[in-house]
Every structure is written in structure tokens, then in C-alpha cells.
T-cell receptor, first 113, second 114 residues
């Protein structure tokens, strides 16, 4: 059974810092990995999707990497801003259920002005 | 293009009642998945529908059911509500013909069971 873990559970940093969020998964036979952002009480916004054959994806100040063999992904946020404050979730889908995402518990990020 | 829409946004029900939630996917998307989000369990997959057929199912009791219509709109139903069913219910849609199945989520329906 696939399990996804995100560390740390919460992170508070001053504005302008570069930061890394971590995600690990127990079964390396994944189809893809997605990073999402969730604002309080709201739905999920897709940030980046990494296919199983890829090593990384970039969008603006965000960069996500994937190491399938070690079961790890990282989300790098450059030059953080107060508007980046949210909960960040990673999710994986496996070969048996490509639309069935297994989520981590998330990292609650606070950027202090 | 309009995003995924969910109605209603908020619901209050009492134990024992039943509830139906609705999800309209992004135009052209044929796959709709449902998730339950609670503070204790996080986000958990309920089921996925594609072309009016349930294609995948999570580990939830039979009180949770769903269906999809020919226009890809989907509904989920929860019967005999329990206090523990209080949650944010999210649906997501995916475009056809893409190998890598990126999912796009709606704003959710907040269900409170009293």
C-alpha cells in the first residue's frame, strides 16, 4: 500500500528566503507525482506534475525534482513571498489507478513579511 | 475555460440523513474523481468515473456512492450520514487523451453533519 509522507508538517520563514519542501513515498512504481497548493478552506491548485520518466519540472519560482529509486521528491521555492503562504501537498498515482492520487498530509508554509 | 465547479459549496445535515453533491468537470474532461478531506485523515480517494462507469474505488463503506452522466457531470451520494462524514469533499477532472493525467480540482463542498 502506497504511503506518502511530507516533512516538515509546518514551516515558518522570513520573506525572501529560498526553501525546500520534502515528500517521500514508499512504493517507487509510480505513474506521476503532483504538487498542489491549498489555501485555507479552499480547493487544490495544481503547481507541478512530474512524469515518472522525468527528473524535474520548473514553473516560475518553483522547481520540483523526482528521484523514483529513492522514493523522494522536493519542491524548491525561490525568493519566497507572503503570498506563498499556504499548505503544500504532494500526491502520487500508481500504475494500477492512474487517476487515484495518494496524498501526503501536507506542509503548512508561512512566509513572514 | 471555466474550472471545475461544485455545488452546493456548504451543507449542513443531521445524522441519519442523506446528501447528494454535484460536480461539473472542465469542458471536454471525461474523468471525474472524488476525494474526502478531513483534519485527521487528510485527503482520501473515494472513486473515479470515466464515461459513466466507475473505474476505480477507494476504501469507503457502501454508504458512499456516485454516478456520472453522459455530459460527464458527476454526483456523489452519502446515505445514513454519520458525524464522521463531516469533511470537505473535493472533485477533480482530467482531460482525455493525455498520458500523464494531471488532475484539476474544484473548490469543494463543505459538509457538516450535526
Amino acid at each position: 500500500k502506497q504511503e506518502v509522507t511530507q516533512i516538515p508538517a509546518a514551516l515558518s520563514v522570513p520573506e525572501g528566503e529560498n526553501l525546500v519542501l520534502n515528500c517521500s513515498f514508499t512504493d517507487s512504481a509510480i505513474y506521476n507525482l503532483q504538487w498542489f497548493r491549498q489555501d485555507p478552506g479552499k480547493g487544490l491548485t495544481s503547481l507541478l506534475l512530474i512524469q515518472s520518466s522525468q527528473r524535474e519540472q520548473t514553473s516560475g519560482r518553483l522547481n520540483a525534482s523526482l528521484d523514483k529509486s529513492s522514493g523522494r521528491s522536493t519542491l524548491y521555492i525561490a525568493a519566497s513571498q507572503p503570498g506563498d503562504s499556504a499548505t503544500y501537498l504532494c500526491a502520487v498515482s500508481d500504475l494500477e489507478g492512474a487517476q487515484k492520487l495518494v496524498f501526503g498530509q501536507g506542509t503548512r508554509l508561512t512566509i513572514n513579511p | 475555460k471555466a474550472g471545475v465547479t461544485q455545488t452546493p459549496r456548504y451543507l449542513i445535515k443531521t445524522r441519519g440523513q442523506q446528501v447528494t453533491l454535484s460536480c461539473s468537470p472542465i469542458s471536454g474532461h471525461r474523468s471525474v474523481s472524488w476525494y474526502q478531506q478531513t483534519p485527521g485523515q487528510g485527503l482520501q480517494f473515494l472513486f473515479e468515473y470515466f464515461s459513466e462507469t466507475q473505474r476505480n474505488k477507494g476504501n469507503f463503506p457502501g454508504r458512499f456512492s456516485g454516478r456520472q452522466f453522459s455530459n460527464s457531470r458527476s454526483e456523489m451520494n452519502v446515505s445514513t450520514l454519520e458525524l464522521g462524514d463531516s469533511a470537505l469533499y473535493l472533485c477533480a477532472s482530467s482531460p482525455p487523451g493525455r498520458i500523464y493525467n494531471e488532475q484539476f480540482f474544484g473548490p469543494g463542498t463543505r459538509l457538516t453533519v450535526l
